[in-house]
């Protein structure tokens, strides 16, 4: 796959006009945009008929997180909708993830159905203190890594930093998508587990999130193509 279709784009944004107003000016160099869950609700949904009008793909990121029947219910829908990918939290369950494999790819073999394991957010104390464990957040990723894949699933969300052992633990065509993915000339924000578009694709990484470093810029698109220069380079790299 060629840069353009490995570099997702976070829409997060308060609302559609927005949103609208951001990729109106990326054009046509971005292909794929994250929907979270600010910019799905504020829309009432209508984000996702947008990007679709307009010949995107989309990652529908609103992590569900429920009961097996709740939790394959809202998978379904993503499904309908055709997006090229959705995801859930590892953290529900094998029986939850097993039933949202089977029923998703009944109705839509091509959807990716992924699952986060660790936002990268959290800091190593912080999961010492959340989890009551002594387990590192590689040691978690990679147990919720192999939970979901074992599962059934396509692939999860992971940090940068986790994307190489995942791999090599589930299989190189198991899906990795990372945020917390920053170019060196970008500012951190809130995100702890960091490495450059570069490192991420040379760390196994099959599909990078980056939001604030273009959407924040002074010029987007300029950043954006920055950003797909970098990620071309590595990959004529990895050849």
Request: aromatic residues 6%; contains cysteine.
């Amino acid at each position: 796959m060629k840069a353009k279709d490995r570099l997702i784009v976070a829409l997060d944004f308060p609302t559609l006009d927005k949103a609208r107003e951001m990729v109106e000016k990326l054009g046509d160099s971005i292909k794929i945009y994250k929907v979270g869950l600010e910019l799905f609700l504020n829309s009432k949904g209508e984000a996702v008929d947008y990007l679709k009008s307009m010949g995107k793909e989309i990652f529908l990121d609103l992590k569900f997180h429920d009961i097996p029947n709740t939790t394959t219910m809202a998978s379904i829908f993503a499904s309908k909708e055709k997006v090229l990918m959705f995801n859930v939290h590892a953290s529900g369950g094998k029986k939850m993830m097993e039933s949202i494999a089977r029923e998703v790819k009944a109705i839509n073999k091509d959807t990716l159905a992924i699952a986060v394991t660790i936002l990268t957010s959290f800091s190593e104390d912080e999961i010492k203190e959340l989890f009551k464990t002594e387990s590192s957040i590689k040691e978690l990723a990679m147990h919720w890594a192999k939970l979901t894949k074992d599962s059934g699933m396509d692939g999860v969300v992971c940090s940068p930093w986790e994307a190489k052992a995942i791999k090599e633990l589930c299989g190189k065509d198991f899906k990795t998508i990372t945020p917390g993915v920053r170019p060196d000339w970008s500012a951190s924000n809130d995100q702890e587990r960091i490495m450059t578009p570069s490192e991420a694709l040379k760390n196994g990484c099959d599909y990078l999130v980056v939001g604030r470093p273009i959407t924040k810029a002074e010029n987007p698109k300029l950043a954006s193509e920055k950003i797909l220069e970098e990620m071309e380079k590595q990959l004529e790299i990895s050849i």
